[in-house]
């Protein structure tokens, strides 16, 4: 399906289609329902936020009071989410195109923790109903309930705000948002974890409430990391849909579905092996550095493979800028040194010619080159070329008893230098008769 209309299409460049097949804010009229829908969307942001907020403190907001109350307790819950943290981190250095703002970030796991609150809200409200389901219910619940629910809130927290800014200028960009948005999710929820595990203790007359919330923390710094990976994938995919408009949908739908089906999975099997299997202490520590490390790893693979792509055009791109400044800069220093162009020029000639070709027989002397090349050019000019052989001849015959006057011992040498000119005379004479006799020649 074509984005132009077909009167848009096929209109010729410069008519005026306003209000007809295309629209830009020219009157009145436009610019205010311009401005009333940029306060419609700025108002339902802020809508969604303030709600979340508000359910927040319904929900959580007495245990984050606690945790502030019991320095120990939100220390230790804080604690728990160094693993998590540490992941952000390797994620955010995978970033090759641009480092994103920390105001952005900080935005972003903000969002997070607060739309935290609507997946408790989900959560509170279905378990109950997929609890009377025998054996499977909870299984049903992770990945209808839990797992969806959960990483739509993480995207939305990168939707909602850092999806619109300019920073947002990359697909990997897309996987940092996500992974500070699962580690708002995980500081969140790993708080809530410790608090009731302290509160717990406490009501049952635990002397070390506080050992009890360190016990909890450590199992949640294990799963903490989950969130941060699955997050990251959905935001990969949230960040390759921004650049492929006409799939955002589908493309944003499979990222959601990737984070969605390995939290459940990983729900599921948290749950169900102790319950089924009895495994070792150690079982649970084994497998979430199976699990989570497999597909930690895939996504370092995928995050590579954009590095290496960016890095590759990113050569290519420079070997083409510099190629291309080295034309300007030699063209520039031609214009200025007009000397050096024509000496280009005068080598370019040099090297284009072949050399000089001998048309006369070997062992000839130069002058006779020149008359003999005279007789083929021009049939008239070869005549005249031949009488001024003759008068050359004589002139020779002259010289040569000159010589034998002035240098007796050379005679023999003179009579020979003479028959010669006696034959080229000849050849001459000859020459002049064919020509008289052919006149086309």
């Not at 629209?23 to 419609?40: C, K, N, Q, S, Y």
């Not at 705000?161 to 990359?170: G, K, L, Q, Y």
């Not at 150690?282 to 995050?303: E, P, S």
């Not at 002397?365 to 001024?388: H, I, L, R, T």
């Given at each position: 399906m074509?984005?132009?209309?077909?009167?848009?299409?096929?209109?010729?460049?410069?008519?005026?289609?306003y209000?007809?097949?295309?629209?830009e804010?020219?009157?009145?009229?436009?610019?205010?329902?311009?401005?009333?829908h940029?306060?419609?969307?700025g108002?339902?942001r802020?809508?969604?936020?303030?709600l979340?907020?508000?359910?927040?403190?319904?929900?959580?907001?007495?245990?984050?009071?606690?945790?502030?109350?019991?320095?120990?307790?939100g220390?230790?819950?804080?604690?728990?989410?160094?693993?998590?943290?540490?992941?952000?981190?390797?994620?955010?250095?995978?970033?090759?195109?641009?480092?994103?703002?920390?105001?952005?970030?900080?935005?972003?796991?903000?969002?997070?923790?607060?739309?935290?609150?609507?997946?408790?809200?989900?959560?509170?409200v279905?378990?109950?109903?997929?609890?009377?389901?025998?054996?499977?219910?909870?299984?049903?619940f992770?990945?209808?309930?839990?797992a969806?629910?959960?990483?739509?809130?993480?995207?939305l927290?990168?939707?909602?705000?850092?999806?619109?800014?300019?920073?947002?200028?990359?697909?990997?960009?897309?996987?940092?948002?996500?992974?500070?948005?699962?580690?708002?999710?995980?500081?969140i929820?790993?708080?809530?974890?410790?608090?009731?595990?302290?509160?717990?203790?406490?009501?049952?007359?635990?002397?070390?409430?506080?050992?009890?919330?360190?016990?909890?923390?450590?199992?949640?710094a294990?799963?903490?990391?989950?969130?941060?990976?699955?997050?990251?994938?959905?935001?990969?995919?949230?960040?390759?849909?921004?650049?492929?408009?006409?799939?955002?949908?589908?493309i944003?739908?499979?990222?959601?579905?990737?984070?969605?089906?390995?939290?459940?999975?990983?729900?599921?099997?948290?749950?169900?092996?102790?319950?089924?299997?009895?495994?070792?202490?150690?079982?649970?520590?084994?497998?979430?550095?199976?699990?989570?490390?497999t597909?930690?790893?895939?996504?370092?693979?995928?995050?590579?493979?954009?590095?290496?792509?960016?890095?590759?055009?990113?050569?290519?791109?420079?070997?083409?800028?510099?190629g291309?400044?080295?034309?300007?800069?030699?063209?520039?220093?031609?214009?200025?040194?007009?000397?050096?162009?024509?000496s280009?020029?005068?080598?370019?000639?040099?090297?284009?010619?072949?050399?000089?070709?001998w048309?006369?027989?070997?062992?000839?002397?130069?002058?006779?080159?020149?008359?003999?090349?005279?007789e083929?050019?021009?049939?008239e000019?070869?005549?005249?070329?031949?009488?001024?052989?003759?008068?050359?001849?004589?002139?020779?015959?002259?010289?040569?008893?000159?010589?034998?006057?002035?240098?007796?011992?050379?005679?023999?040498?003179?009579?020979?230098?003479a028959?010669?000119?006696?034959?080229?005379?000849?050849?001459?004479?000859?020459?002049?008769?064919?020509?008289?006799?052919?006149?086309?020649?």
């Amino acid at each position: 399906m074509s984005d132009t209309d077909p009167v848009e299409a096929a209109a010729s460049e410069g008519r005026d289609l306003y209000d007809i097949a295309t629209w830009e804010p020219r009157t009145l009229l436009d610019r205010t329902a311009v401005r009333l829908h940029g306060a419609l969307s700025g108002a339902a942001r802020l809508s969604v936020v303030l709600l979340a907020a508000f359910v927040f403190l319904l929900q959580v907001g007495g245990v984050v009071w606690l945790a502030s109350r019991n320095p120990t307790v939100g220390v230790v819950a804080l604690l728990s989410a160094i693993p998590a943290l540490v992941l952000v981190a390797f994620v955010w250095r995978q970033d090759v195109v641009e480092k994103e703002p920390l105001d952005t970030l900080a935005v972003t796991f903000v969002l997070s923790v607060l739309f935290a609150s609507f997946a408790a809200t989900a959560n509170t409200v279905l378990q109950g109903t997929f609890q009377a389901i025998p054996l499977v219910g909870m299984g049903l619940f992770f990945f209808l309930v839990v797992a969806p629910v959960e990483e739509a809130v993480k995207w939305l927290a990168i939707r909602l705000h850092a999806f619109r800014r300019p920073e947002f200028d990359a697909v990997i960009d897309g996987a940092v948002y996500g992974a500070v948005a699962g580690l708002g999710f995980a500081t969140i929820e790993n708080t809530l974890y410790v608090v009731q595990g302290f509160l717990r203790a406490q009501e049952a007359g635990a002397t070390q409430a506080v050992g009890a919330a360190i016990g909890t923390a450590t199992s949640r710094a294990l799963a903490g990391p989950g969130h941060v990976i699955y997050s990251a994938w959905a935001g990969y995919y949230l960040g390759l849909a921004k650049f492929n408009r006409e799939n955002r949908g589908p493309i944003v739908v499979k990222g959601l579905l990737i984070a969605a089906l390995l939290h459940g999975a990983y729900n599921t099997t948290v749950t169900y092996v102790p319950a089924l299997f009895s495994p070792p202490n150690w079982w649970y520590l084994l497998f979430v550095v199976a699990f989570d490390g497999t597909f930690f790893y895939l996504l370092y693979r995928k995050l590579g493979r954009y590095r290496d792509n960016y890095a590759a055009l990113d050569g290519e791109a420079q070997s083409t800028e510099a190629g291309s400044q080295a034309r300007e800069t030699t063209e520039a220093a031609r214009s200025d040194d007009p000397d050096a162009t024509q000496s280009d020029d005068a080598d370019a000639t040099e090297s284009a010619d072949p050399g000089p070709v001998w048309d006369a027989p070997g062992g000839t002397d130069p002058e006779d080159d020149g008359d003999a090349g005279g007789e083929g050019d021009d049939a008239e000019g070869g005549v005249d070329d031949v009488g001024s052989e003759d008068d050359d001849a004589d002139d020779g015959i002259d010289d040569v008893g000159d010589e034998d006057d002035d240098a007796p011992d050379r005679v023999q040498e003179a009579d020979d230098g003479a028959a010669d000119t006696r034959d080229a005379v000849d050849e001459s004479s000859d020459a002049r008769d064919e020509n008289r006799d052919d006149p086309e020649r």
